[in-house]
């Protein structure tokens, strides 16, 4: 079951979700919106394998803005320090920023339980477009879990900006 915006608040000020900073001005009916942080990785150096270091580099959204291309892919972060204690969250665009092109996890919308971080957001662009630091660029909704709830303890806790894949550490079986 998705949380309302009013039981949003509701469990934010009773600690079962994290919002770092928190606005209520930023609740929706069934979610927060959260803004695009400062800091960018940008992959290179040709084909991604998965079996060697990734090649990247790091950019800073300054207070001009970011301009981001169409046929590159980046990797931002969440402003907000979002999590659910005892909820699992989702991240998606919101409908502003999809309308101008602007795809956010389009394949990794999930936060799990106890994740508590500055979330990675994939980024990809229909079209040019500038972004800049705090604005607001998704949302996230709370879902509440049904059975047993184990704790998030995977290789992205305690996140604290924009993280590169971890892929090598996918081994085959």
Not at 23 to 29: G, I, N
Not at 70 to 95: K, M, Q
Request: hydrophobic share 40%.
């Amino acid at each position: 079951m998705i949380l309302s915006g009013t039981e949003i608040d509701r469990m934010v000020q009773a600690s079962s979700i994290v919002i770092e900073p928190y606005h209520k001005a930023c609740l929706e009916p069934n979610s927060y919106g959260f803004h695009l942080g400062a800091d960018l990785i940008e992959y290179h150096g040709g084909a991604i394998d998965p079996h060697l270091e990734l090649q990247f580099r790091r950019h800073t959204i300054g207070d001009d803005g970011f301009l981001f291309i169409p046929g590159r892919f980046y990797l931002g972060h969440t402003y907000e320090v979002i999590g659910g204690i005892d909820y699992a969250s989702e991240l998606y665009a919101n409908l502003s920023t999809a309308m101008c092109g602007v795809f956010i996890q389009t394949s990794a919308p999930l936060g799990h339980t106890g994740a508590v971080i500055r979330w990675t957001l994939e980024i990809t662009v229909a079209q040019a477009v500038r972004l800049y630091p705090r604005m607001r660029i998704g949302k996230v909704c709370f879902w509440e879990n049904y059975g047993e709830i184990g704790a998030y303890g995977g290789r992205y806790t305690g996140s604290s900006s924009v993280v590169p894949s971890r892929i090598i550490e996918d081994r085959a079986l």
